[in-house]
């Protein structure tokens, strides 16, 4: 009895042991894909990282040309604007010569009105002593 108990426990704990044995593995196979996959999120975290930090790298190369490009379009505004300012003045004084030139004009033309009027005034007061030199002795 005891013989028969003893062999049936050994073969009880061989079918134990196998499986102990088979989980063993499945848990060691399962560690394994576990690792894996651990090592292909790590590489993929990895790799985002990388992407990441360059996007943002990118970003602030953009972000810099950017401001550069503010900045000069700012100081060619300011450039432009001034020279508007100094065409308005300059404008302003050819506008105020023009002005000037036109009443000296307008004062020429009537003082060459004036001297003509007083021309023909004098040719016919010339004529008329002619005429009256004419008939006297």
């Known amino acids: 009895l005891i013989s ?4 049936s426990l050994r073969m009880e704990t061989e079918i134990l042991e196998k499986k102990l044995q088979d989980a063993q593995m499945k848990l060691a196979e ?20 990388f992407q990441l930090t360059m996007e943002k790298s990118n ?8 401001r550069k490009e503010i900045k000069h379009k700012s ?3 300011e450039k432009l604007t001034q020279e508007k300012t100094q065409l308005i ?12 030139l036109q009443d000296t004009v307008r004062r020429e033309c009537e003082e060459r009105f004036e001297l003509t009027a ?9 004529l008329e002593l002619r005429r009256l030199s004419g008939t006297l002795p």
């Open 75 to 77: 100081d060619e505004l």
């Open 89 to 100: 003045h300059s404008l302003s004084q050819v506008q105020e010569e023009n002005s000037l």
């Open 30 to 49: 399962k560690d394994g894909d576990k690792e894996k996959e651990i090592q292909s999120l790590k590489r993929l975290i990895s790799e985002l990282e």
């Open 59 to 66: 970003s602030e190369s953009f972000l810099d040309k950017l």
């Open 118 to 126: 007083a021309l023909g005034r004098a040719r016919e007061q010339v």
């Open 4 to 7: 028969s108990a003893t062999k």
